[in-house]
């Protein structure tokens, strides 16, 4: 096992500047749309009245 951790690492390279913007930009997007559609269930839930609801 030690020996294909090794092989993994030697095969391995750094992401250049371009590679790593790309990455965060789609994390920090993806961030933001989990975010966003929990915040909007939250606040549609927060505004139905509870009787609404279980009709």
């Not at 990455?23 to 749309?33: I, M």
Request: charged content about 20%.
């Amino acid at each position: 096992m030690l020996k294909n951790i090794v092989n993994t690492i030697k095969l391995t390279k750094k992401s250049d500047k371009e590679v790593y913007k790309q990455h965060l930009r789609l994390v920090l997007f993806g961030f933001a749309t989990v975010g966003l559609l929990g915040f909007g269930i939250q606040f549609i839930f927060a505004t139905i009245s509870p009787g609404m609801v279980f009709k």
